[in-house]
């Protein structure tokens, strides 16, 4: 009985979530009135089932209370990202009914893992309300990213605000931001809510109208990359906009709880005290000033501005997997473009609604091999391994190192499976890159200039898939596969 109590409560659970997630098709729906568009219909349809869905649900689980456990957490988690996926889906299949079933909800599942990658075309043609409901997707799903940070993914022992607090030092502690996880979350989401504002304001004192400058706030602070132009940031042409979202991708890319700490005491020193994003900063003004001055050397560009400008705002986009592009990078010499796609894998920073490996599993990498080969030099040495003056605990390493093993496997096997459905080298792994990351387009086939449009259903299946998988940190959608999460 205990197994069901406790399957009714997910349900419960559950219904809750899909009835929040109903009033969130009211702002694409007052926008297409307010712009008589003629589409609010689609959105009054998702809403709908979303509310209705979440009713039935809840009332078949409202008499149940009980205590969760990591693998309950895994298992809502996964149906809850994937439920919501299929109901964001419906605006697409109502006012795109060329694009497929799985393009739809590729579309849809690229808005809440803020990951940008796009079947779409003709995105100037889009009604605006559309355009609304692709941007408040990635912006709801940083909100969540921000919640599974501090809730879920330290249950499961692999979490990025689990490591941050392995890792930080004495106030920056996340654990310290409130006593309850409702408290630091409320407290990140106010963080969230004011970069959005604040990147809201920028853009249009930087000349965005006020349709664009919400749209693309909404999807640069959640790091999601989608825009309301085919060309993306490129067909703004605009210098002072592209510096806005410059400093507003790498807000979002750090820590919230080191914003919310730096917010609080009104004191930059909260930074200064991060090691991971004292890293993040470091690789991004490092790796614009070498492709810079990789970008003059090979005559792509003939002017220093030009080459600053293209390099600084393509290493910040891709290194915080947001996915904005003001050229298409993919045409540069081999060496500048799989950097960018490099940056995409380890940049961004725990606690930041950006993907990929992470900066402070990155960190503790590199400072594990550095002492692994003092060991080789000194065999019976106790080199401890400390970040900021603290040390990691093995079980930490041992976790990050597991991490990386299901990083490059899921890595190898969907680009293999990608390459035998007929898509070249290139084309494959940085698709699986882009994805995995949540980082957006890559190369050859799935470059900024064409994005995902141009592959099979399969293939879109697949990557929609290694979305997911890349967002919910792999393990907790993997470990679903295992046996042994099924035994009681």
């Not at 919640?147 to 993914?153: Q, R």
């Not at 991004?284 to 400008?309: H, K, M, N, Q």
């Not at 994005?451 to 792999?474: C, N, S, V, Y």
Request: with cysteine; glycine share 10%.
């Amino acid at each position: 009985m205990a197994g069901a109590d406790r399957s009714l409560a997910m349900v419960r659970l559950l219904g809750v979530l899909l009835f929040l997630f109903g009033p969130t098709f009211l702002l694409p729906l007052g926008w297409s009135l307010w712009a008589d568009d003629g589409h609010w219909q689609a959105f009054a349809a998702g809403a709908g089932v979303s509310l209705g869905a979440g009713c039935i649900l809840w009332v078949l689980g409202r008499a149940q209370r009980t205590e969760f456990q990591p693998r309950d957490a895994c298992l809502l988690v996964v149906a809850g990202w994937c439920v919501c996926a299929l109901l964001a889906t419906i605006p697409f299949r109502f006012l795109l009914p060329e694009t497929s079933v799985l393009g739809g909800l590729f579309e849809a599942m690229a808005g809440l893992t803020t990951t940008g990658a796009t079947v779409l075309t003709a995105l100037e043609r889009l009604p605006q309300s559309l355009h609304i409901w692709r941007s408040l997707l990635q912006w709801i799903g940083g909100l969540a990213i921000i919640v599974m940070a501090v809730a879920v993914l330290p249950m499961v022992g692999v979490g990025g605000m689990q490591l941050y607090r392995a890792e930080a030092p004495g106030p920056m502690k996340a654990g310290q931001i409130g006593p309850r996880i409702v408290q630091a979350a409320r407290a990140l989401w106010l963080v969230y809510l004011i970069l959005t504002v604040g990147c809201l304001l920028a853009l249009r004192g930087a000349g965005m109208s006020w349709f664009d400058a919400v749209c693309h706030a909404l999807t640069t602070v959640s790091l999601g990359g989608f825009s309301t132009r085919d060309h993306s940031i490129e067909a703004f042409a605009s210098p002072a906009i592209e510096f806005v979202l410059m400093a507003f991708m790498t807000l979002g890319a750090l820590n919230f709880a080191t914003h919310f700490h730096a917010f609080h005491h009104r004191s930059p020193r909260a930074y200064w005290r991060d090691s991971e994003a004292l890293a993040v900063v470091t690789t991004i003004l490092a790796s614009t000033a070498v492709l810079a001055a990789f970008l003059l050397w090979r005559g792509v560009f003939e002017d220093d501005p030009l080459a600053w400008r293209h390099a600084a705002f393509q290493v910040i986009s891709l290194a915080t997997t947001t996915g904005f592009s003001t050229l298409d990078w993919a045409l540069w010499p081999s060496f500048a473009s799989m950097w960018l796609v490099f940056l995409s894998c380890v940049s961004a920073s725990a606690g930041s609604t950006g993907g990929g490996i992470k900066m402070i599993r990155t960190l503790i990498l590199v400072r594990q091999t550095g002492r692994e080969l003092a060991r080789v030099v000194h065999p019976r040495a106790v080199v401890p391994l400390r970040i900021s003056g603290q040390s990691i605990e093995s079980k930490v390493v041992f976790s990050v190192l597991g991490f990386m093993l299901l990083y490059g496997a899921t890595l190898v096997t969907v680009a293999f499976l990608l390459m035998a459905s007929g898509l070249d080298f290139t084309t494959a792994v940085t698709a699986t890159l882009g994805c995995l990351n949540n980082a957006g387009p890559g190369l050859g086939l799935v470059s900024p200039a064409h994005q995902f449009g141009g592959l099979t259903d399969p293939q879109i299946g697949l990557l929609t898939l290694t979305m997911l998988a890349g967002r919910l940190e792999l393990i907790i959608l993997f470990v679903l596969l295992t046996p042994v999460f099924w035994r009681r």
